[in-house]
């Protein structure tokens, strides 16, 4: 079973920066597909940014240049670096992976293993 625990949320003020963690347990993390979403009030969930096993990555139009995926194998962590933070990146940012391959942004519906969530505000 795949658990997933991510941190690192908080408030920022517009054009700052936070860095999100998703540490994953119970899995074979080589053969994961692993993305960022995000939920905000009144929206659908969306994906922001995936991780293909295979070491491609990609990204939602809206944060394409700002943000950035990565992973670190020794401490079973994938990262959100995000940058240049702008109000309508608010929202509760989900982790989530699946073994499957994921060479574009995937449907929230296409992944079976899910954080909580952290929750990031950026005031304008």
């Known amino acids: 079973r795949v658990q997933l625990v991510e941190s690192g949320g908080g408030s920022v003020q517009a054009g700052g920066s936070l860095r999100l963690s998703c540490a994953f347990f119970?899995?074979?993390?080589?053969?994961?597909?692993m993305g960022w979403f995000r939920q905000s009030p009144g929206k659908e969930r969306e994906g922001v940014a995936m991780f293909d096993r295979g070491g491609s990555s990609s990204y939602s139009d809206s944060v394409k240049g700002r943000f950035t995926i990565s992973q670190d194998n020794a401490k079973n962590t994938l990262y959100l670096q995000m940058n240049s933070l702008k109000p309508e990146d608010t929202g509760m940012y989900y982790c989530a992976a699946d073994y499957r391959t994921c060479l574009t942004l995937l449907p929230p519906a296409a992944l079976n293993f899910w954080g909580q969530g952290t929750q990031v505000t950026v005031s304008s």
């Open positions: 119970g899995y074979i993390y080589d053969r994961l597909c």
